[in-house]
């Protein structure tokens, strides 16, 4: 790997791995996460695998427009990359969608997304992937523009991750506006100003992270009352011998990327991330989920674990911390080996009191049929005696739970239908023999309820009946 100049510092903090991606700052102009600019928040679901014209695994990505009556698959925009507007061609193995941001990124009031096709080939380059944004506006999902990559003879696998913030001295020549940051198979991270307008780049890897993997996860947090993020960052280590439990120097790291850095902060191991304020003090909460289990990682429980750092989102320092099992007093069911508790979360107000809940999904549980557990957030830890949990035999939720269906694989906590209770989204991309569907559970004052549920398959968001799509790999929004 071609060594460059360090332009970003981090603090290496302790251990974490894989890919979700969370965006949380406000949309100029407009209602976060709206795409076609009709006042309701949307969903964006991935399906890396489905096969467009012929050609398998190339990829497509469905926007299911919010309704007052919540999702309506009838209303909905495939896109591929053979969709009018988007560069270049749908091809076998390309993935696009494998990673997916939704972010006002022109201050226009449409939400735009940023796509990742990372196992494109380009221009010679086997799997170096590519980045599309694909702009909202007012005559749909026609406009898009490639995000150019500055050092494909550096890495493979360009756009695997992304997250959208405002990095002030991550990327200093942009200092004060929003970039895209754009993670590979390499342990850097590559900064592109969202306007596209100079692309003009910054890297830097002062990442303990193990360039074999690379970036696996990142996660913006948008610090309050001021015009600057900060990213989280997931990689596996460098084999230095830090935890030593298998010789292989696979362990799982998390960092603050940060020009400052914060040398006290201790993060815990964890594949994933989310930022919100779980406890109604207007501070963001930082949330690391680790569905790894102990032949792994001798930091996690069995079955996997979650890890709250309150108010510590930004700051480095909690004022509190809980960690949350499937084994801890109130939460149902119990740790078992792959259940991967923790492999994806969410944060949102589901029951409108002013403090946002967790949602923690387990695609492995009981054979890999999947559940996702709710935890209600209150003004000081999150309720785990009254958690919830999930899955397809859930009394109202539709269908029934089949091993392999990985239930809970995405998760998105949005409010739809304006009603002011956010709703939860789920992704099952095992469903089907590999189709993939979405559910949509309401939220309500008691929180998520299965009441008017709805579930979708890829057919019925157009990609055809075939399995091996995987729709609802990825979900996000707002």
């Known amino acids: 790997m071609r060594k460059r100049t360090l332009l970003m510092s981090a603090t290496l903090l302790a251990s974490g791995l894989t890919p979700l991606i969370v965006v949380s700052a406000e949309a100029a102009g407009g209602t976060p ?32 427009y919010g309704t007052s009556h919540g999702i309506d698959p009838s209303r909905r925009t495939v896109l591929t990359q053979n969709s009018a507007g988007v560069p270049g061609t749908a091809e076998s193995g390309d993935r696009f969608g494998a990673a997916v941001v939704v972010h006002d990124l022109n201050g226009d009031g449409y939400s735009d997304l940023v ?8 221009a010679g380059d086997d799997g170096g992937g590519s980045v599309t944004v694909v702009y909202g506006t007012a005559s749909g999902l026609t406009r898009a523009k490639t995000v150019q990559d500055p050092w494909p003879g550096s890495h493979d696998a360009y756009g695997r991750t992304l997250a959208v913030g405002t990095y002030n001295g991550l990327n200093p020549v942009n200092d004060g506006k929003l970039s895209i940051a754009v993670g590979a198979n390499d342990a850097e991270v590559t900064f592109v100003p969202a306007d596209l307008s100079a692309q003009s780049n910054t890297s830097g890897n002062g990442f303990a992270f193990n360039p ?36 292989t120097g696979d362990d799982p790291r ?16 964890g594949t994933t991330s989310a930022v919100g304020d779980l406890n109604g003090n207007g501070s963001p909460d930082l949330v690391i989920g680790n569905p790894e289990d102990p032949t792994q990682s001798p930091d996690t429980s069995l079955g996997g674990q979650v890890t709250i750092y309150y108010d ?58 999947g559940a996702v557990t709710v ?41 739809l239908n304006k009603d002011g209770y956010a709703d939860l989204v789920i992704g099952a991309p095992g469903e089907d023999g590999g189709a993939g569907a979405v ?34 790999n990825v979900v996000t929004g707002p």
């Open 33 to 64: 996460g709206d795409v076609n600019k009709d006042g309701y928040r949307d969903v964006v679901v991935s399906a890396p695998d489905a096969t467009v014209a012929g050609h398998a695994k190339a990829g497509a990505v469905v926007v299911l």
């Open 375 to 415: 935890v209600r957030g209150t003004a000081t830890l999150l309720d785990t005696a009254h958690a919830a949990t999930w899955t397809q035999n859930s009394t109202g939720v539709p269908g029934s739970s089949e091993a392999g269906d990985a239930f809970g694989t995405g998760v998105r906590v949005v409010d």
């Open 439 to 472: 559910w949509w559970l309401r939220g309500s004052a008691s929180s998520v309820t299965t009441t008017g549920a709805v579930s979708t398959g890829a057919a019925g968001t157009g990609l055809g009946s075939a399995g091996g799509a995987h729709l609802g």
């Open 115 to 122: 796509v990742g096709a990372p196992d494109e080939d380009v």
């Open 312 to 369: 510590a989102g930004y700051s480095g320092s909690p004022s509190r911390v809980q960690t949350i099992t499937q084994d801890t007093a109130g939460v149902p069911g119990s740790g078992e080996a792959k259940d991967r508790f923790g492999a994806s979360l969410a944060i949102g107000d589901t029951d409108k009191d002013g403090r946002a809940d967790l949602v923690i999904g387990a695609p492995g549980e009981n054979g890999g049929s």
């Open 254 to 269: 998390t960092a603050f990327a940060d020009p400052a850095g914060f040398e006290d902060a201790d993060l815990p191991a």
């Open 212 to 247: 074999a993997h690379g970036i696996v996860a990142l996660t913006p947090i948008d610090v309050p009352n001021t015009d600057d993020d900060r990213l989280i960052v997931h990689g596996r280590g460098t084999g230095d011998g830090g935890w030593g439990y298998d010789g």
